[in-house]
C-alpha cells in the first residue's frame, strides 16, 4: 500500500465528513425556521411537534452515517501515523464500505446508533429546545 493511497482515502473522507456536518446544520436551520414561521403565523400545533421530532431524527440519522466516516478515517490517520511500516501491495486503503459490512449493526443496534446521536448536545440543539419551547407554549 503506497501512502498516497492513504492520503487521497483521507482526503475524500475527510470532505465527505464535512459535508455531513454542512447538512446536519441544515436540518436544524430548517426546524429554526419552521418554528418561527409557524409561530409568527400564528399556526402553532400539535403536528409541528411531530414534525420537529422527525426533523431531529432524521439529522440523528445523518450524524449516524457521518460516525461511519469518523470511524474509518481513525483507521486511516492510524495507518498514516505508522507508514514507516507499510508494505507494497497491502490493500488497506479504500476500505470503507466492506469495513462498514463487516461491521454493520443489527436493525437494533442500528436504532440505538440513532438514539445515541439524537441525545448528543451537537444533535440534540436546537431540536430539544424548538421541541419544549412548542409544548410549552400549546399547553398555555
Given at each position: ?29 430548517l426546524a429554526i425556521v419552521l418554528t418561527a414561521a409557524t ?21 440523528a440519522i445523518w450524524k449516524t452515517f457521518q460516525s461511519r ?66 409544548a410549552l407554549f400549546l399547553l398555555q
Amino acid at each position: 500500500m503506497h501512502t498516497s493511497d492513504l492520503a487521497s482515502e483521507w482526503a475524500l473522507l475527510q470532505n465527505q465528513f464535512d459535508s455531513y456536518e454542512k447538512y446536519s446544520l441544515l436540518i436544524k436551520l430548517l426546524a429554526i425556521v419552521l418554528t418561527a414561521a409557524t409561530f409568527l403565523a400564528g399556526q402553532l400545533g400539535g403536528w409541528l411537534l411531530l414534525l420537529l421530532l422527525i426533523l431531529w431524527v432524521q439529522d440523528a440519522i445523518w450524524k449516524t452515517f457521518q460516525s461511519r466516516i469518523d470511524a474509518r478515517l481513525l483507521v486511516v490517520e492510524n495507518l498514516l501515523s505508522n507508514k514507516p511500516q507499510l508494505h507494497g501491495g497491502d490493500s488497506h486503503a479504500w476500505q470503507f464500505n466492506s469495513q462498514y459490512q463487516q461491521n454493520r449493526p443489527s436493525f437494533a443496534g442500528l436504532l440505538r446508533a440513532y438514539a445515541r446521536q439524537a441525545l448528543r448536545p451537537t444533535v440534540a440543539f436546537p431540536h430539544v429546545p424548538l421541541l419544549l419551547g412548542v409544548a410549552l407554549f400549546l399547553l398555555q
